[in-house]
């Protein structure tokens, strides 16, 4: 079974700090996701990344940077935390080609931002 | 705009009854499409993909693609309480590399 860890699983922080929310994947898979799921919205990609070093925007990725320094890890970077930004947080590893290869989530962030 | 709208938001089903939910895409690109299962406190999982026109059939479920409709559906036979769940329908995009979500379906399964 493929395996994504997230962490921390939960998170408060204060409005205009500095958040890292960290994502360990052990699939060997080239792809990663990061996506925020709100209700009423499904789950929205911020940004992903095809490889190590790479990082590609989505489609709400303002306010966010993302970091994927090797094969295994992928952070989602939020430099100046925002209570719009409150919401949980789900990575994925995918092969293959990206959305024609299932995607493998992690269990989730909880992030609260006062 | 949402590219993948699905409906209903919710339904409730009894134990044994029949579940159908549907998917429509407003993207003639939209070829190929998932179905995700989550479950509370979960991260979602993927239930099965289906691209040919017609149906896709796995065990109690089964999902039905119209190309020319850009329309998909999941079917689940015998629905037990387990499969009370949010489920998401998704397309490739951004050039095939990744997966855009609908909104997704709450379904209720009642002992």
């Known amino acids: 079974e493929a395996a994504v860890t997230q962490s921390p699983r939960n998170k408060v922080a204060v409005t205009g700090g500095k958040v890292t929310l960290s994502c360990n994947q052990t699939?060997?898979?080239?792809?990663m996701y990061w996506y925020r799921q709100d209700t009423g919205h499904g789950l929205r990609l911020i940004h992903y990344?095809?490889?190590?070093?790479?990082?590609e925007k989505g489609d709400i990725p303002d306010g966010y940077k993302a970091s994927r320094p090797s094969q295994e890890n992928f952070s989602l970077i939020l430099e100046l935390a925002t209570p719009s930004q409150t919401s949980v947080y789900f990575c994925?590893?995918?092969?293959?080609?990206?959305?024609?290869?299932?995607?493998?989530f992690g269990p989730g962030t909880r992030l609260t931002v006062l | 705009q949402q590219k993948v709208q699905q409906s209903p938001e919710s339904l409730s089903v009894p134990e044994g009854g029949m579940a159908s939910f549907n998917c429509t895409s407003s993207d003639r690109n939209f070829q190929y499409f998932w179905w995700y299962r989550q479950h509370s406190g979960e991260g979602p999982k993927a239930l099965m993909?289906?691209?040919?026109?017609g149906d896709k059939k796995e065990g109690r479920f089964t999902a039905h693609l119209n190309k020319a409709s850009l329309h998909v559906s999941l079917h689940i036979r015998d629905s037990q309480p387990s499969d009370s769940a949010l489920y998401f329908c998704a397309a490739p995009y951004q050039g095939g590399r990744a997966l855009i979500f609908g909104t997704g379906t709450t379904v209720s399964v009642s002992p």
């Open positions: 699939n060997n898979h080239n792809n």
């Open positions: 990344s095809y490889g190590a070093g790479s990082t």
């Open positions: 994925a590893s995918g092969g293959g080609t990206g959305g024609y290869a299932e995607q493998f």
């Open positions: 993909s289906i691209f040919s026109d």
